[in-house]
């Protein structure tokens, strides 16, 4: 059975041939010749073959050797580039994190965040997985994705860690020459008998607005149904009734030619969280993205709820 080897050795051995010298390649390495002579012998051992000569004039490799030294020095060199690429991610200076993501949240407030972190971190790339509600967790539960920003449900999941960072309001999206478009805040009892685009069952506002409010506020609540948000406001501006939108894309959208009102009696939130597995420990870059999520995202709540006070008024 052979000797085992590693790059040590193999480290040896270039050194030698490079400096054509036992004595200089024992103190650039920082070593005895005896130890350096034994790292050799135990590669020569390992290998079979004699890879170096020496007489008390010259160092050279033996034509075993010489055929050797060019693969040996691309495994120093490719064991260099692993080492410098991953102390390039822990140090975030480069490396991919996927992070799952809304389709709402990755419209209007995610690049606002990933601006910012592109600015400190340009190096990083960002893969989003930007879907529906119902497959997020999932991409943080497989593995295919280290952190996820997706709405809190009352389901408990002892996989996950949910940490919450903001409250999103619901909001009236009309024209400006709509009947609500002068007034305060809306009840949801005023779009009863009112054409009302609502986003389809899929999503998770929708049945959000369907479980928490009352039959006899939403049976009559929608006339057109869509799948996306951008279809919604598209309908709203062409006058086909009014939107029910979260808050977060009327702060995005700014006026335009719309008008938005909070909803109340009541007024019903999503809360958005960031997910993240609970036996999973996140590489530098998405823990310093996390961070930057939760705070970004915190600020802008606290700006929407300026924005809706600016609506009232």
């Known amino acids: 059975m052979r000797t085992k080897f590693g790059l040590k050795e193999i480290d040896v051995f270039v050194k030698v041939v490079e400096l054509g010298s036992f004595v200089k390649a024992a103190r650039e390495l920082h070593l005895t010749q005896s130890a350096l002579t034994q790292r050799l012998k135990k590669l020569e051992d390992a290998l079979g073959a004699r890879l170096i000569d020496r007489t008390t004039r010259t160092v050279a490799p033996t034509a075993i050797g010489q055929n050797f030294l060019p693969a040996a020095r691309r495994l120093l060199a490719q064991f260099e580039q692993s080492v410098s690429d991953i102390q390039d991610v822990i140090d975030i200076r ?87 478009a002068g007034g305060g805040p809306v009840p949801w009892q005023a779009l009863v008998d009112m054409p009302v685009v609502m986003l389809g069952q899929r999503s998770g506002t929708s ?39 979260p808050g977060m894309a009327m702060q995005a959208l700014g006026d335009g030619g719309l008008v938005y009102r909070p909803l109340v009696e009541p007024a019903l939130s999503r809360i958005i969280v960031v997910v993240e597995r609970r036996a999973a420990t996140l590489s530098p870059a998405a823990e310093t993205l996390k961070a930057l999520l939760v705070e970004e995202f915190r600020a802008w709540t606290a700006g929407d709820v300026a924005v809706l006070q600016r609506a009232v008024r």
Do not use: K
């Open 94 to 180: 480069g490396g991919r994190v996927t992070i799952g993501c809304l389709m709402t949240v990755a419209s209007y407030l995610l690049p606002r965040v990933l601006r910012v972190f592109g600015e400190r971190h340009p190096n990083v790339r960002i893969r989003v997985l930007d879907e529906s509600e119902q497959n997020i967790a999932e991409h943080v539960r497989r593995g295919e994705a280290e952190i996820a920003i997706d709405m809190r449900t009352d389901q408990p999941d002892d996989d996950l860690v949910m940490t919450t960072v903001m409250e999103d309001r619901f909001v009236l999206a009309c024209r400006r020459d709509h009947a609500l």
């Open 207 to 245: 049945r959000l607005v369907y479980t928490q409010l009352p039959r006899s506020r939403s049976a009559a609540a929608w006339r057109y149904e869509v799948q996306h948000l951008s279809t919604a406001l598209s309908f709203v501006e062409a006058g086909l009734g009014v939107g029910v939108i």
